[in-house]
């Protein structure tokens, strides 16, 4: 007989605490979050503890249910839970004890790099108030040593550590009493700490499926927990030692692997729910409901989500020419095909071929721009019934937004408008008239990549994306520059491959500049106009307009 969840407050040094990590009696489940705190955040708790200020409760179960669990806290391994014994389990304060015990029980050989993943965990205390300007605890992210009236907050719990440290104080300082101070002052803020006591709710009894519940029900740590990390707690023993988000995260590891990019952790949440049945995938109530609805039906949806993805992948890649998933316009256009091929049991090319004209339609029209849950529903029902072969993907009415003005890459505009001009534009040439990577670029930058033709600020249409362009040049040579050149050699090629004509350079020669943005607005516009028009899709009324922030 399972015993109801007792729960008893006690308060507890916080070097007791610590040291039950240490010993690996304390542990972290593997259904809570990873560890998300900013480093500015671990610094505020640090300043909080030295000026007393609680830092919360910590919420524990304890319990001799083997669960899994991190055997990383913090950045530090820890060791197995210790057989035969009961185990608390970690249910609120994961962010809080991680900072702290990767902070205070840090090993003296533990990386110090410029990389944040080693230098977050090394919190310095300045013990001279110059140096530490109000700002009482540091971060050392630079590579050089470490000044040494900065108590490294690593050595304060460790009595040889502390000694140690105090010895040195005593050789960088030019006199005893400055030394003393220094002293002092370190052994002050390690008081502070060894006697620091922190309040824990200790819960004992009830099933683990109780515990999830508190769990997910807290959600108290500052940070609000996304659906996709709340239904991964919910459903966690669903599908075998893993989390939902352990297997998402697969998931998109392997899409990224096959070069398309990451897909947002979301789009696959969603995605997931979908494919088991879900229409209203983007609700933001109920999800303990949710999470019941959908858990006996999780593994195979997650199988399902795996495979169909890729799917998705190769018709955006293969069939739409979108060579990277970060311009894709709209995510809910990613969950939508994956509805389409899972529930499709043969693609005929009549359908590709309207599936490709329905992402540019909607892509150029906005029809996803601010969707409701009750229209995310109704595409998923239309999507599922087209794949079924029992409806139609009927956007004739749809009109393409106007050129977009500004170049803005959260406009889902501005995205399918790149799609376009890699289309267009797909052997660009650098100065020398080799060929350029541009999808080798944008892998690695994004809007960097297409880099201002008038650089100039104030002048009008400067952000329009007819100011952009795809060209590398060498040190002290500007964009403007190099056209300007190249027009004057001939090299009518080299331009053309970046869709720039020669009419438009005579404005750059005489610094006419709104000249030239608007004569190329109005070339490129045209161009793309004509593909519009070329898919059976109105186009604009006005050649250019506002380009509407719009992607989720």
């Known amino acids: 007989m ?107 050989d533990a990386p110090q790099s410029t990389q944040q993943e080693d230098w977050m965990w090394w919190v310095y205390r300045p013990l001279v108030r110059s140096a530490h300007d109000g700002v009482r605890y540091r971060h050392w992210k630079r590579g050089e040593t470490v000044p040494g009236n900065f108590l490294p907050m690593r050595s304060v719990l460790g009595t040889l550590d502390f000694l140690e440290y105090a010895r040195k104080l005593s050789e960088i300082s030019d006199s005893r009493e400055e030394a003393d101070r220094l002293t002092t002052e370190s052994e002050r803020i390690a008081k502070r700490v060894k006697n620091y006591k922190v309040s824990v709710v200790r819960m004992e009894g009830g099933t683990l499926q109780q515990a999830i519940e508190v769990f997910s029900r807290i959600n108290s740590s500052g940070q609000k927990m996304r659906p996709d990390q709340m239904v991964s707690a919910l459903t966690y023993g669903n599908i075998g030692s893993e989390t939902l988000s352990d297997k998402m995260e697969e998931i998109k590891g392997r899409v990224a692997g096959s070069g398309f990019g990451e897909i947002p952790i979301m789009t696959i949440f969603q995605t997931v729910l979908a494919l088991s049945g879900e229409e209203d995938v983007q609700r933001d109530t109920s999800w303990e409901t949710m999470a019941r609805k959908v858990q006996s039906h999780l593994m195979t949806a997650v199988e399902n989500t795996d495979r169909i993805l890729q799917e998705v992948v190769e018709f955006l890649r293969d069939e739409v020419r979108v060579p990277l998933a970060r311009l894709v316009p709209y995510n809910i256009q990613i969950l939508l095909l994956a509805v389409f091929f899972h529930f499709s049991e043969k693609v005929e090319m009549e359908q590709r071929a309207k599936l490709r004209n329905w992402f540019w339609t909607t892509s150029l029209a906005g029809t996803f721009a601010g969707a409701t849950t009750t229209q995310v529903r109704n595409f998923i029902q239309q999507m599922k019934a087209f794949a079924l072969g029992t409806g139609g993907l009927n956007y004739s009415g749809e009109r393409a937004r106007a050129f977009p003005e500004r170049f803005d890459l959260r406009s889902a505009r501005v995205r399918a408008y790149l799609l376009w001009d890699l ?128 992607t989720e």
């Open 2 to 108: 399972v015993k109801d969840i007792s729960v008893v407050p006690e308060v507890h040094f916080l070097e007791q605490v610590l040291e039950r990590i240490s010993q690996g009696e304390l542990r972290v489940p593997k259904f809570q979050r990873p560890f998300l705190w900013r480093p500015e955040q671990m610094l505020q708790l640090f300043d909080s503890m030295e000026r007393g200020y609680p830092m919360g409760s910590l919420l524990i179960w304890e319990t001799t249910m083997q669960l899994e669990s991190l055997d990383a806290i913090g950045g530090r391994s820890i060791p197995p839970a210790p057989e035969g014994a009961k185990v608390a389990y970690v249910l609120d304060g994961h962010q809080r004890l991680s900072t702290l015990f990767g902070v205070l029980h840090r090993s003296a």
């Open 423 to 550: 289309q267009t534009f797909p052997e660009r040439k650098n100065l020398d008239g080799s060929t350029a990577n541009v999808l080798e670029q944008l892998a690695t930058a994004h809007s960097e990549t297409y880099r201002h033709i008038i650089t100039q600020s104030g002048v009008p249409g400067a952000s329009s994306p007819a100011n952009r362009i795809v060209m590398r040049t060498p040190p002290g040579v500007s964009i403007r520059q190099a056209l300007i050149k190249l027009a004057e050699e001939g090299r009518a090629d080299i331009l053309d491959s970046h869709g720039v004509s020669l009419a438009s350079i005579e404005h750059l020669k005489t610094d006419e500049f709104p000249g030239f943005i608007l004569a190329r607005q109005h070339e490129v516009a045209a161009r793309e106009r004509q593909f519009i028009e070329s898919l059976g899709i109105k186009s604009a009324d006005k050649e250019a307009g506002e380009a509407d922030i719009d």
